[in-house]
């Protein structure tokens, strides 16, 4: 699909030295997709802000209870993966 899309001489330029004018659209494409999913990132961690409770989740009060609760959570995932390559 075509668009006509208006833009300042030092952004064109500025594209241009860098992806080379035979790739305007493309670097155009990649960069607009690349705000998109910046943009729906942010709108999903809005959304979910504060969904979770610290009183429901002792475990990450300190970065020592989160490293803690990673190491244990692996270390049970692994022990599942074990079981099921086994068995």
Request: charged letters at 40%; glycine letters at 4%; a positive charge.
């Amino acid at each position: 699909m075509r668009m006509h899309v208006i833009l300042p001489e030092d952004l064109v330029k500025a594209v241009d030295d860098l992806a080379g004018k035979g790739k305007r659209s493309r670097f155009v494409e990649e960069a607009v997709r690349e705000k998109l999913r910046k943009e729906n990132l942010l709108s999903a961690l809005a959304e979910t802000a504060g969904s979770l409770s610290a009183e429901d989740h002792p475990h990450w009060n300190t970065k020592e209870d989160v490293a803690s609760w990673v190491r244990e959570s692996r270390r049970q995932s692994d022990e599942r993966l074990n079981r099921l390559h086994r068995g």
